[in-house]
């Protein structure tokens, strides 16, 4: 039996549904519009379609949205200077960086110098630790997009052995601190780790987040195991030109699996409805309100 398609663009669009219309109640019962300011650095040109994409998102659920571009050549100095004052800015609840940055800044700094309360990327040293002792914080987005879309298909997560293929901390590390969190039993492999058809092969659930273009085939995967395919990789066409692929190969793990996530459509559209999200919890928590159900971790 084919194994369930997990459709996380359809998910992401559930998700977008509910955090508009807490936005429209935010506004209309405690006159606050969460407002996520985004910074990007240089033009690189995948960079430029995702802040638009997030612009455009953002004013769609009915928030306010802050662009501000800056040269590549811009000094750490004034890159820092503008994050203080959005820090300060009691109108953005969300702060982000767009990643990666012009070689000549401080990736670490300018992360750790966004307010943790309003760093709805997850990434700040204060909200990685607060994960990791599972305190509440701010989560990464695409690892609390995976979890979503793994609670909603299992329910209760609870006792089931997972394996996260990645060690990254944007993705392996934090997701590794979810799953835990929801009670599974947790293995962080990765592309050294010894025998690794044979972890992957004990898992009920398999996220794959490592970077390699269909490193992960369907002989790894446990008959009705629920595999999450975080990678997003090009690659040639027999034919002539490209096209995306994830990490795992897809044919003949959904040949196997109980469910998996396509590439593309997959756990992608989920990361700008999970910041759409953690900006409107960090709106909700900086105003005391009480904070949307679901839509956290």
Known sequence: MAAQVIDGKAFAAQIRVQVAEHVARLQEQHHIVPGLAVVLVGEDPASQVYVRSKGKQT??????SFEHKLDADKSQIDLLALIEKLNADPSVHGILVQLPLPNHLDEDLVINSIAPEKDV???HISNVGLLGTGQKSMVPCTPLGCLMMLRAHHGSLSGLNAVVIGRSNIVGK??????LGDSCTVTIAHSRTKNLKDVVARADIVVAAVGRAQMVPGDWIKPGATVVDVGINRIEKPEGGTRLVGDVDYDSCAAVAGAITPVPGGVGPMTIACLLANTLTACCRS?????PQGLTA
């Open 59 to 64: 004013l769609e659920v009915g928030m306010n």
């Open 121 to 123: 990327d997850g990434f």
């Open 174 to 179: 934090p997701m590794a601190q979810l799953l």
């Open 287 to 291: 105003n005391g309100i009480d904070e």
